[in-house]
Nanobody, 113 residues
Framework: QVQLVESGGGLVDPGESLKLSCVASGRFFHSSAMGWYRQAPGKSRELVASMSSGGTTNYADFVKGRFTISRDHAKSSVYLQMNNLKPEDTAVYYC???????WGQGTQVTVSS
């Protein structure tokens, strides 16, 4: 059974940084594209960044130059480094196996002064 567990969210001031982590269980990790999504109150869930099993990355325009996705196959983990955070980045962030219904429980990121 696939399990995804996110961590690393929190409350930060605008301009600060956070690094989210997602640990995945199961044998799929090494062959699957992984992604980070977010959902703000009253809005639909949206893709933030993704990375293929081979390392190709894709970013939403609203995070390009600020966020970086990475993965560690040895730890079955995917990360999201978020720099220069803005209040509009406030949302629950979810880890996902791209193309599946496998989701973590989410981690709250709040950017506010």
């Amino acid at each position: 059974q696939v399990q995804l567990v996110e961590s690393g969210g929190g409350l930060v001031d605008p301009g600060e940084s956070l690094k989210l982590s997602c640990v995945a269980s199961g044998r799929f990790f090494h062959s699957s594209a992984m992604g980070w999504y977010r959902q703000a109150p009253g809005k639909s869930r949206e893709l933030v960044a993704s990375m293929s099993s081979g390392g190709t990355t894709n970013y939403a325009d609203f995070v390009k130059g600020r966020f970086t996705i990475s993965r560690d196959h040895a730890k079955s983990s995917v990360y999201l480094q978020m720099n220069n955070l803005k209040p509009e980045d406030t949302a629950v962030y979810y880890c996902n196996i791209i193309g599946t219904d496998a989701w973590g429980q989410g981690t709250q990121v709040t950017v506010s002064s």
